[in-house]
Each structure stands twice: as structure tokens, then as C-alpha cells.
């Protein structure tokens, strides 16, 4: 650096204007002026070089670039001289912005490395996208108050009041190789572990769509479908006691027109909780399809509609069919008891309406029983529910498996004066369920249900439910119930 200051000053020396009296330069001056004209272009070359090295011993700077740098030809045209073992003082660093920083650490990756992230989940992907791997789970605890009829209590016990981990999930998941996709979630609800989705599959395959084989939901009804992570009641409604849910087996799904049609089909046999199921011919075979005739704002608007139907064959030949009010920690209070079938058929129509803040949505089902001996039951099940955010956001939509997803607040709440309050969503539902018919005597039971979610952010939820559970020619119950839930 004084080397470059020295010369500098000679060369203000140097360049100063000839008088104006000498009309022409001497041959002495002429080759001064050369002489000055060459030094400044020289120093030019090395100020550009001085830069680009300093730049490359600062720890902005990639590897590449580091080793660009130091292969630079030195002025003269001397060969470089690279020493990678050579410690030179790196300039004090300035302050970096959060973007600069994750701008570094993008530059920073190498083949094979994994970047681990927060995006409402623990995620870790590779540089080129290849490998892609989520960690997460849930923890919901529940608290319920009971106020039942005698005549309730008398049919089914007392209904105490209590509290319980409704779930407390742990998993795995993600893709390999571009092609391959894995899920390993375990429930330890109840003090025991137990599988939940344990699958593997084949994603993006030509004319077919994907693939998946093992323990996961059949594809039937919307709200069974949507994750309790996102359901807006603490309970699903009374007619998911026909949804199949989990059973282990082989499905084919995809999704069409930009993800405004989607279709999934499988085989399926009754599995326990740990996905093992035997039993010669026993499969059952499950599939729905769904619609957006409507769709805008990026989905703040919708419209959706679905079809679902399972063909059923139970292992023993057996079907019993019961449920509880929209609380888990009640007594069932609808039950056919087990009765001989030879197949089962349910039917499914889903519809669902965004409209800014405001949805609306509801299901019908249909199980219809063909029993060996007798006339064969017809059993059915509805819902309508809506809900309001009272702050402004609406219910999102993920196309690609046509249910619903992640409620993410406008401001997460935050104490202070920047803190937001984050969003609250106020909902109601009425549900009907009957299972008395063709000689089965079930029961009938209707729930009105309402409902407060207090959505602290993305990842935390308040819940409160007020459940009037009335089952036909016995007498009601009242429920009030609170669920504390955090995933990711």
C-alpha cells in the first residue's frame, strides 16, 4: 500500500499541464508523458487486482472464487502462486443482513450437503433438490367437562371429567433420488406406541401419477382426509364412523388440470395397528375423486366437490359400526353390536366453499350392508359446519390431495407493542347420525358442536368445543372441552 501511495504522488507530479507559452513539447517531455500514461494504466491493473484478492481472502467469497483469485497472473506475467496453507488476515467483517447471510450459506454448499431450515417444520434438503427430508410431529392434550343425563349415565356410565394426550406423534419423511418418497410416523397416544402413515412410494412416474404401498388413510372423505393438525373442530364429525381410515395397501393418485381434478384408487386389506392383516380374498377396494369448478385469489375463493366409494369385504365376515359423541374422552353412544355381513358398500358426496374469511362444508354418507340372512341395513350420516375468521384469514386448500391445510395467522401473536394477536376463527356444526335399520338397532345420535381456535401462529393452536350430544329416545349430554396443540 505505499508503494501504491508513492506512486501515486509521483505520478501527480508527473501529469501536471505543460505552460501554455511552450508551444511544443520536447522530445524529453513527450516520453515523460508516455512514461506517466503507462504508470497510471499499470496502477489500474493493480488496484483491480489488489480488490479482487482482497475479495477472495474475505470470507464472502466462495471457494471457487478464492482459488480464482489467487491463479490470477501477477503483473509482469510471472506465473501465480498459489498457497493454500498461507494465513493472511482477513478484513474486519461488516454487519450481514438475515438475506445476506442465507445468500452466504446458499454460495457456501457443496454436492451432498444437506441444508437444514425451519419452514413450519424441521426440513433438511440437498443442493439440487434431490433429497428432501421433513422431522416433525404433534402434541394435542385435551380436557373435558361432562353435564349427562341420568338416563345417559345409567346406559353407559358415568361421564367423568378428565383430561388425555388426544396424540402425540412423532415421524420421518421425505424423498430420494427425485423418485422415491418414504413416511415412518408413530403414535405414542395411550402410553404405547403404534404405526400411523408407514409407507413407501414411486412419485412422478409417466401416464401413471404416483404410487404408494403400506399403511396409510384410503382415500375417502374429505374431512377424514384432512389432518387433525387441521380439522376445525377438536373432533371429526359423527359420520366419519364410516370413513375406512387406515388399512395397509397398494394405491395409485395423481392430480390433473393444474391441479383442479384429482383422482386416487387402491386395494386395501384390514389391518391392526402395526399394518398386519390376513385373511383369503379379503380386500377391500377404495377411491375418490375431487373437483375445483371454482377457484380464484389463489384460494381465497373455492369451490370443492367430491366423490368417494369403498367396496368392503370384512376378514371375520363381521361389521359393527359404533361412535361417540364429537368428544373423545365419552362413552360410544350409538352401537349395532356386531351382525353378519358378507360386503359392505359407502358412498361419500363432499362439498366445501371458501369465500375470504367465511367456508362452508359438508358431507353425506350412505353404508349399505349385504347380510347373508335378513334384510340388508341402509345406514347414513351427514354434516354441515361453517366457520369465520374473525381476523381475516380464510381456510387454505392444498390442491394436489384436494383437502385442507394449514391455517397461517396475518401477525403471530406476540406480546408488545409490535406483537400481533394472532388469527381467531369462530365455527359451528351439526352432525346426524343414524344406525337403526333393517332389523339393526343402533341407535340415532345428533351433536350440535361450536366451536373458538385461537391460532397463536403457524404451529400453535387453542381449541374450544361446546358439545349438546342428544341421542334419540334416552336423553343429551353437554360438553365443554379445551385442547392445547403444538406440531411441526
Do not use: C
Amino acid at each position: 500500500m505505499k508503494a501504491l501511495t508513492s506512486l501515486a504522488i509521483l505520478l501527480l507530479a508527473l501529469g501536471r499541464p505543460v505552460p501554455a507559452q511552450q508551444e511544443k513539447p520536447t522530445r524529453r517531455e513527450r516520453q515523460l508523458e508516455q512514461t506517466v500514461q503507462e504508470l497510471r494504466e499499470r496502477v489500474a491493473r493493480l488496484e483491480k487486482l489488489l480488490e479482487q484478492v482482497t475479495h477472495s481472502l474475505s470470507p464472502h467469497g466462495t471457494p471457487t472464487e478464492r482459488q480464482s483469485a489467487r491463479a490470477l497472473p501477477r503483473p509482469g506475467g510471472r506465473s501465480p502462486i498459489v498457497d493454500d496453507h498461507r494465513q493472511t488476515p482477513s478484513p474486519p467483517e461488516r454487519p450481514m443482513t438475515t438475506v445476506s447471510r442465507r445468500r452466504q450459506e446458499g454460495r457456501r454448499r457443496v454436492p451432498g450437503s444437506l441444508r437444514a431450515y425451519w419452514k413450519e417444520g424441521i426440513r433438511l434438503d440437498s443442493a439440487d433438490g434431490a433429497f428432501r427430508l421433513r422431522l416433525g410431529g404433534r402434541i394435542m392434550n385435551d380436557w373435558g367437562f361432562f353435564i349427562p343425563d341420568e338416563a345417559i349415565e345409567k346406559a353407559f356410565g358415568p361421564q367423568r371429567d378428565g383430561t388425555e394426550f388426544r396424540r402425540a406423534r412423532l415421524y420421518v419423511s421425505g424423498t430420494l433420488y427425485d423418485r422415491v418418497e418414504f413416511k415412518a410416523q408413530y403414535d405414542f397416544a395411550g402410553g404405547q406406541a403404534a404405526f400411523k402413515d408407514v409407507y413407501l412410494g414411486f412419485i412422478n412416474l409417466p401416464v401413471i401419477g404416483h404410487v404408494r404401498i403400506g399403511h396409510f388413510k384410503e382415500p375417502f372423505s374429505l374431512e377424514e382426509l384432512t389432518s387433525s393438525k387441521y380439522i376445525t373442530f377438536m373432533e371429526r364429525s359423527l359420520s366419519t364412523v364410516f370413513a375406512p381410515s387406515r388399512n395397509t395397501g397398494l394405491m395409485f393418485h395423481n392430480h390433473a388440470l393444474d391441479e383442479r381434478l384429482t383422482w386416487a384408487i387402491g386395494v386395501f386389506r384390514e389391518a391392526d395397528r402395526f399394518g398386519a392383516g390376513a385373511g383369503d380374498g379379503k380386500y377391500n377396494l377404495t377411491g375418490r375423486v375431487t373437483g375445483l369448478p371454482w377457484y380464484r385469489e389463489d384460494g381465497r375463493k373455492l369451490l370443492h366437490l367430491g366423490l368417494g366409494y369403498s367396496h368392503r369385504k370384512p376378514v371375520d365376515g363381521l361389521l359393527r359400526l359404533r361412535e361417540r359423541p364429537e368428544a373423545h374422552l365419552a362413552s360410544r353412544f350409538v352401537d349395532t353390536s356386531a351382525f353378519a355381513v358378507t360386503s359392505v358398500d359407502v358412498v361419500g358426496l363432499e362439498g366445501a366453499l371458501v369465500y375470504g374469511p367465511f367456508s362452508l362444508q359438508s358431507e353425506y354418507i350412505r353404508d349399505v350392508a349385504d347380510r347373508p340372512i335378513g334384510p340388508d341395513p341402509d345406514f347414513y350420516s351427514y354434516y354441515v359446519q361453517a366457520s369465520y375468521f374473525l381476523t381475516g384469514e380464510h381456510r387454505r386448500y392444498k390442491r394436489s390431495t384436494g383437502t385442507f391445510d394449514r391455517i397461517r395467522p396475518r401477525r403471530s401473536f406476540e406480546l408488545g407493542d409490535r406483537g400481533g394477536t394472532g388469527a381467531w376463527e369462530i365455527a359451528a356444526r351439526y352432525s346426524d347420525l343414524d344406525l337403526t335399520d333393517g332389523g339393526i338397532d343402533g341407535g340415532r345420535l345428533q351433536d350440535v358442536t361450536l366451536g373458538v381456535n385461537w391460532y397463536l401462529n403457524p404451529n400453535t393452536r387453542l381449541m374450544w368445543n361446546y358439545v349438546f350430544a342428544d341421542r334419540a329416545d334416552l336423553g343429551n349430554t353437554s360438553i365443554l372441552q379445551m385442547r392445547l396443540q403444538v406440531d411441526f
